[in-house]
């Protein structure tokens, strides 16, 4: 008899064990996820344009173990042309999809990044979640040994996009000239990434497909269209209201701004344009109560429009060598002004955060739909109020025209990074389309 009940209270406690494991949150742990490879960039300092390599690589990982798991969702090769050939090996085992794409984000991190051994802490928070929701010890074992393996493959993939030559190519020299790109304080750093152009794309065909209108040409005459544009910019630089400086505070996303205190420099991070929005596709996901597939699939697709956004963005900056507004100010028209924002080490023209912001809302807005409204809250970390967006488009534009309360981009550049921004943006949701991707919210 006390064998029958002690059975009949195994069986019961069992069967509480697997209702609790199949209504894990496991939706929740993708967004953190995320946050903690933004995290370990932040530590790295790693620049916008590397910041959204790997995100997509990572993300990708996950994508790669949802598509085994669901056939419905077009894998990676049918809009990506260089992917290869994967294969997801289980060796039989049982394993969860879910707990294994989510380890694969923080595998392929701590592969990818410099100092990616950071999270082997998270993988074990992690692990400790899964266990907390009653994940058999077994399925968590296989899940990641799956993951470890699909990251494996994908890390391979991902030398061949030519990230690791490019110490070896011809450094930057900035060029002799007026009108042409120099170092500005305070740090006048060293131009960043001037080589990014020949990183392999992921869904686009080259870095010179979608190239700018023609920027407004360079003069110091005080009655042409580009002294006119500093003077706009210099403007905003004397008297910004506060809102413009609240917006231009917003959006800054400078992975590393150094301010002075006499002879002592002290350095700020942030995290990226591609960090902001990459939390702002996690809001999104979360609002429209995506499942977990679409939730991950989301989060892969802004990744790979941003990496694409700034490899032909980056392509124009080093094309043109445009000057920044600060040092064309301080040199024509006023010694002593300062922007709002630290100036970025790299040329100024397109501006990135235009070009990027608006190929990551053409993507977010075609999964989401047209009024997707929304609470941005991704830079509260950094003590900053959240802002209230009607739309993606409507946070893009405000993103972009931040440059300009900022002090650091003119207005052609912004306007023709967001049209820049837009084509590329329009490309990759064309392509997938194509690929059998719909729209993952109901308008």
Not at 210 to 233: C, G, I, R, W
Request: glycine letters at 6%; proline letters at 6%.
């Amino acid at each position: 008899m006390k064998k029958l009940i002690f059975g009949l209270l195994l069986v019961s406690q069992l069967g509480h064990a697997q209702q609790q494991y199949d209504k894990a949150p496991f939706t929740d742990y993708i967004q953190p996820a995320v946050f903690s490879l933004s995290m370990v960039m932040m530590h790295d300092v790693v620049n916008p344009p590397a910041a959204t390599r790997f995100y997509s690589y990572a993300t990708l990982a996950a994508y790669q173990i949802i598509v085994k798991h669901n056939p419905s969702i077009p894998g990676a090769a049918t809009f990506i042309k260089s992917y290869p050939a994967i294969n997801v090996q289980d060796s039989g085992r049982t394993y969860d999809y879910k707990v294994a794409a989510i380890y694969a984000i923080l595998e392929a991190g701590k592969q990818l990044l410099p100092s990616g051994y950071l999270l082997t802490e998270d993988e074990q928070k992690l692990i400790d979640l899964y266990k907390k929701d009653q994940v058999p010890d077994s399925i968590i074992k296989n899940s990641v040994m799956v993951a470890e393996g699909v990251v494996k493959q994908i890390v391979a993939w991902s030398k061949g996009d030519g990230y690791g030559k490019l110490s070896t190519l011809r450094r930057y020299t900035p060029l002799k000239g007026e009108g042409y790109w120099y170092p500005t304080p305070p740090a006048y750093m060293d131009a960043v990434e001037p080589n990014w152009r020949t990183i392999r794309p992921m869904v686009i065909d080259s870095c010179t497909q979608f190239k700018p209108k023609p920027m407004v040409a360079f003069s110091k005459d005080t009655s042409s269209d580009f002294y006119k544009l500093n003077m706009e910019v210099y403007k905003y630089g004397l008297n910004p209201t506060k809102e413009e400086m609240t917006i231009a505070g917003f959006w800054d996303c400078n992975p590393f701004a150094v301010s002075t205190y006499g002879h002592m420099a002290i350095g700020f991070k942030k995290i990226t344009p591609g960090g902001h929005w990459m939390n702002i596709t996690g809001i999104a996901c979360r609002k429209a109560k995506l499942d977990f597939d679409q939730t991950l699939q989301a989060h892969m697709l802004a990744a790979n429009v941003m990496m694409d956004a700034f490899i032909t963005c980056w392509d124009a900056k080093y094309s043109t060598n445009r000057i920044r507004p600060e040092a064309f100010i301080n040199k024509y028209i006023d010694v002593k002004w300062k922007p709002n924002l630290q100036t970025p080490p790299f040329p100024e023209y397109t501006s990135g955060h235009s070009v990027v912001s608006s190929a990551v809302a053409t993507m977010l807005t075609y999964l989401f739909g047209d009024n997707f409204e929304y609470t941005d809250n991704s830079e509260e970390f950094w003590e900053l109020t959240p802002r209230h967006f009607t739309s993606f488009w409507n946070a893009a534009k405000e993103a972009a025209v931040s440059r300009i309360y900022g002090g650091i981009h003119y207005r052609d550049s912004v306007d023709n990074g967001v049209d820049q921004g837009t084509r590329v943006g329009t490309f990759v949701v064309e392509k997938i389309k194509k690929a059998g991707i719909g729209p993952l919210a109901k308008n």
